[in-house]
């Protein structure tokens, strides 16, 4: 699985960028810990309710979340029921480069993992390889080489094409991994041959400071993206590329050929190197945004601002509207601290979203689930120290999960664990250990 190669270079822009988003998949692990065996099933009382109160019964859930979770020389990629800790099962062990981590993301469909990995000889976390793993047979195969190992795999909806960021000298890349299988608009390809790949978007590093692959909106086949821009333009913009799905690169593929075939040059006519750059239409912040969310029916997304909120320099949620192109704060419901605000997740419905707070004063850190418009706000119940940065809702709204951290503030988290938050006021903890990488959810069989 180890391909030898070159290093690149890792520009400042991809320092900053990772530092800023340290604990939604930091470069590198800490400490190479295992994590100990789940907790016996049926959860913790919430923090800061008698032990001697009933609880209510679990919600079940028809759903299991995977995850990654690290080894010092080789990660783990797990599958747990959030309603049930002790029903955990191994989905496969990747090896790595000793001291990082893989970033892992779950299939549409559930069937496979996409992920970055480090190599042995990798210098750098650019010098990533991509990999897909079938869960059910346990093989993965090499799809690209030299990509971005932070930078989290995007699947398009139908799961035919894998977006993947890469560089390519002094340009900053996004590629499109074609996955599909022969007969349906790709050629076979012989052992040991990459997948084809297309560049979609490009652009100089001293423009261009980070692409972060967002999502898609599967009706438009529109892929978006935040762009953090680099040179004169410092800021943050939202930005769309299609077409972002296998029948809509094969459909776009066969006019593309058609039209060629249609109209042939008499002579080759030298074709100038053109910066592919996507459809950059609006302005997110004129700052370094981070922790960026698109919402479920791709319609808004948040992300965090640094800014000053009541005379404190602190992070607070931002919504975009991709329609209307409007930008505007998250409303400040009652109760929420003036505090920083980390990794918003939206809730499967669309209509609210959860928010991380970092702890202020001698309280933890708790999440706020804030509707979109009016209504107040949910506080979950938060830990008995540190604090929650969510990772991601079950798909049917029943849990949410967290990787819950002891420590006070971003740059002392302390040790972290993964929990599970109920609906009904419960969390479901598994005991402290190693960092770990959101995948996914898949239906459980």
């Not at 699947?155 to 002094?170: H, I, K, T, Y």
């Not at 592919?276 to 969310?293: C, F, K, M, T």
């Not at 993964?418 to 959810?441: D, K, N, T, Y």
Request: aromatic letters at 8%.
């Amino acid at each position: 699985m180890r391909v030898q190669f070159a290093g690149l270079r890792l520009s400042l822009a991809v320092a900053v960028i990772a530092g800023a988003a340290l604990l939604s998949y930091g470069c590198k692990g800490s400490g190479g810990q295992t994590a100990p065996s789940p907790t016996a099933p049926g959860g913790s009382p919430a923090a800061g309710t008698p032990t001697d109160t009933p609880q209510p019964p679990l919600d079940p859930t028809g759903y299991r979340f995977v995850y990654g979770e690290f080894g010092a020389e080789a990660d783990t990629i797990w599958s747990i029921k959030p309603n049930d800790i002790s029903d955990r099962l191994e989905v496969a062990k990747i090896p790595h480069k000793a001291g990082w981590a893989i970033t892992p993301a779950l299939s549409p469909d559930g069937e496979k993992i996409a992920y970055n990995v480090m190599p042995e000889e990798a210098l750098s976390p650019l010098d990533a390889d991509a990999y897909v793993l079938d869960v059910k047979s346990g093989e993965a195969k090499l799809v690209a080489r030299r990509v971005d190992l932070l930078t989290v795999p995007r699947w398009s909806p139908d799961g035919g094409l894998l977006f993947l960021r890469q560089n390519a000298g002094e340009d900053l890349t996004v590629i499109l991994v074609d996955l599909r299988e022969p007969g349906e608009g790709t050629p076979a390809a012989g052992e040991g041959v990459l997948p084809p790949l297309r560049t979609v978007l490009r652009q100089h590093e001293s423009d261009v400071l980070a692409y972060i692959l967002l999502g898609f909106d599967a009706k438009t086949a529109t892929m978006y993206f935040a762009q953090v821009q680099g040179g004169t333009e410092n800021g943050s913009f939202l930005g769309r590329y299609a077409p972002a799905t296998g029948e809509a690169v094969a459909t776009a593929t066969a006019i593309a050929d058609a039209t060629a075939t249609a109209t042939p040059a008499p002579t080759p006519i030298p074709i100038p190197d053109q910066r592919l750059s996507g459809d950059v239409y609006l302005v997110l912040s004129d700052q370094i945004a981070r922790d960026y969310a698109l919402s479920p029916d791709a319609s808004l997304v948040a992300f965090l601002v640094p800014g000053l909120v009541e005379g404190q320099f602190v992070a607070r949620t931002y919504l975009a509207d991709v329609q209307s192109e409007e930008v505007s704060p998250l409303r400040a419901p009652a109760g929420l601290a003036v505090g920083d605000q980390i990794s918003p997740a939206w809730h499967p419905d669309g209509k609210s979203i959860a928010v991380g707070q970092l702890p202020s004063g001698s309280e933890p850190g708790r999440v706020a689930v804030v509707p979109i418009g009016r209504g107040e706000a949910l506080f979950l119940p938060p830990p008995d120290k540190g604090f929650d940065q969510p990772l991601g809702w079950s798909p049917d709204g029943g849990y949410l999960a967290v990787a819950s951290f002891s420590g006070d503030s971003l740059g002392n988290p302390g040790p972290s664990r993964l929990v599970f938050i109920s609906m009904s006021g419960q969390r479901l903890a598994l005991p402290e250990g190693s960092e770990i990488r959101f995948a996914g959810w898949a239906v459980a069989e």
